[in-house]
């Protein structure tokens, strides 16, 4: 079992910044892969970034450039440091983390964290 644990989220301008943090405690020495998901109202979730325990990271063609995946160690925390927002950036943003037990994916999410930016 993983649990992991949101913070950062706030309501912020267009062009402004916020750093969401993701605290993960269990079974974090199998965790491979950690990432951030977003759900706006309506749509489904999508992909925003991910990092492999090895280092190696992904974006989001929308989020290129402006966000930023990281971690103080192997696992924890986990932050998205996201920059020039835009309204488009409004959503729930939810924390993942991926392991192999048994040769099975295991996926564990966070409650999310509400990002809201103004026009």
């Known amino acids: 079992q993983v649990q992991l644990v949101e913070s950062g989220g706030g309501l912020v301008q267009a062009g402004g910044s916020l750093r969401l943090s993701c605290t993960a405690s269990g079974r974090i020495f199998a965790i491979n892969t950690m990432g951030w998901y977003r759900q706006a109202p309506g749509k489904q979730r999508e992909l925003v970034a991910t990092?492999?325990?090895?280092?190696?990271?992904a974006y989001a063609d929308s989020v290129k450039g402006r966000f930023t995946i990281s971690r103080d160690n192997a696992v924890n925390p986990l932050y998205l440091q996201m920059n020039s927002l835009k309204p488009e950036d409004t959503a729930v943003y939810y924390c993942n983390a991926k392991l192999i037990s048994s040769s099975i994916m295991l996926n564990y999410w966070g409650q999310g964290t509400q990002v809201t930016v103004s026009s």
């Open positions: 990092i492999t325990s090895g280092g190696t990271t």
